[in-house]
């Protein structure tokens, strides 16, 4: 499975299933603006990352620009695996 699939499957089994199961993400807007992730959401997806894909987010990573979207968190997750 790639990346972008299993970033999708956590959301869609922690996230949609309690929201709304029919919904779709939009891969390029930010899960705050979606409505998918509040804070702790957020910090919750970094966990899931940094063990599902042994990387690590620093402080300086947990930006909008970085994680913010399916998209943006599939190149920084892809750019983090390739620098180790």
């Known amino acids: 499975m790639n ?49 599902k894909f042994g990387i690590t987010v620093d402080d300086e990573d947990m930006r909008p620009s970085l994680i913010g979207s399916v998209n943006t968190l599939v190149k920084f997750i892809e750019g983090k695996q390739n620098v180790a």
Do not use: C, R, W
């Open 3 to 51: 990346t972008k699939q299993e970033l999708l499957n956590f959301l869609e089994e922690n996230y949609f299933a309690k929201i709304d199961p029919d919904s779709q993400i939009d891969e390029d807007e930010d899960f705050m603006e979606q409505g998918i992730l509040d804070s702790t959401g957020i910090l919750e997806l970094v966990s899931f990352i940094e063990e």
